[in-house]
Nanobody
């Protein structure tokens, strides 16, 4: 299972950390990533960890970092300089396993 947390209301220009806790398997053994789905739009890939490599989507490049905490078995996503376009439900994913999503709203 994957459990996402950390969503909430953020002011434009602010930062946020999202966390995804895994249970039942080790994150270090699988590729894992973050997706997001804005209202009325398709779900898009945001960032991921593949082995020892991390990748960031163009939509958040330069503003986001993704990291894996092996000891806590969690995946973190840090996004800064947020804009209303970052408003979405954020999901973590590994293979066929999806977390329940956490809502991020960027608004003043």
């Amino acid at each position: 299972q994957l459990q996402a947390s950390g969503g909430g209301l953020v002011q434009p220009g602010g930062s946020l950390r999202l966390s995804c806790a895994a249970s039942g398997f080790r994150l270090a053994d699988y590729a894992i990533g973050w997706f997001r789905q804005a209202p009325g739009k398709e779900r898009d890939w945001v960032a991921g960890v593949f082995g020892f490599s991390t990748r960031i989507a163009d939509s958040v490049t330069g503003r986001a970092t993704v990291s894996r905490d092996v000891n806590k078995n969690t995946l973190n996503l840090d996004i800064s300089r947020m804009t209303p376009e970052d408003t979405a439900v954020y999901y973590c994913n590994s293979g066929n396993t999806w977390g329940q999503g956490t809502l991020v709203t960027v608004s003043s």
